[in-house]
């Protein structure tokens, strides 16, 4: 027996809180916890019902925050939708030291991550709003449910007098890690909501990426999903200004 090797208590399942103005999301929460948490539910219209489409009913109830980012799959649905959220990660060591920084840095590669043989991911931090906010989550899979997104995303706007002030977009499935697009993030910024502004985000949307031929896809598929995603995250927040159509009718998708 190796009694050099760290040893940690990892505790049941905790409660997910708001703590100094951040919700505190335990890396042991179910995908069911997440799904059905109040502040969440209150902060982003809709969550309950887009979060259906994360694993079965079964799953939802066993699968964790932790375990899902862990496994650092490039279409992982948790990891997916708490980059869109800005979420930070903490990781504790087996000497009680913690580290908290962005999630999107915590990816650094295919299957590679910034964490320590004695480290585990202790929890997720997002910011809690005093307002709902404009977001949403899509994946495309053979089925709707109980399934692994080809690509899926998720996006989070903020807009002041008719255009964007911040946003958080992003992907799986079109690089090597779940995919933060900050190049079109930082593109949209400033820009006003019209149709030459949604289209545009799509040409530096397919410049960032970089999706690769395989079994759920094609590089050229998985570019059309990305595509088909972001026209459905404007479709999804502002209706009035845009329609399927106009996308369409701009060989857009």
Excluded at 81 to 107: E, K, M, N, W
Excluded at 123 to 143: E, F
Excluded at 150 to 172: K, P
Aim: hydrophobic share 40%; glycine share 6%; charged share 20%.
């Amino acid at each position: 027996m190796n009694t050099s090797a760290p040893r940690f208590l990892i505790p049941e399942s905790e409660p997910i809180r708001v703590t100094d103005g951040m919700i505190e999301l335990p890396a042991s929460a179910t995908m069911e916890q997440l799904r059905q948490d109040p502040h969440l539910i209150d902060q982003f219209p809709g969550w309950r019902e887009k979060l259906r489409v994360l694993a079965s009913h079964i799953l939802r109830h066993r699968a964790t925050l932790g375990g899902n980012l862990v496994n650092a799959s490039p279409i992982a649905d948790c990891a997916v939708l708490l980059l869109a959220l800005d979420a930070h990660i903490q990781l504790v060591s087996s000497q009680g030291a913690r580290r908290r920084f962005p999630l999107r840095t915590f990816f650094q590669g295919y299957k590679t991550l910034d964490l320590n043989s004695d480290e585990l991911v202790e929890s997720l931090w997002v910011t809690k709003q005093d307002d709902p906010q404009l977001w949403n989550y899509a994946k495309v899979s053979k089925r709707e449910r109980l399934d692994i997104a080809s690509c899926n995303s998720a996006a989070v706007f903020t807009l002041d007098n008719g255009a964007f002030i911040s946003v958080g977009l992003s992907l799986g499935g079109v690089a090597p890690v779940p995919f933060t697009a900050r190049r079109t993030m930082a593109w949209l910024r400033g820009k006003a909501l019209t149709q030459e502004t949604f289209l545009g985000s799509l040409e530096i949307l397919q410049a960032e990426i970089s999706p690769i031929d395989d079994v759920r896809g094609s590089a050229e598929y998985k570019r059309r999903l990305a595509s088909a995603l972001m026209a459905d995250h404007y479709l999804h927040c502002f209706s009035d200004i845009c329609s399927y159509d106009d996308f369409v009718k701009a060989g857009a998708l």
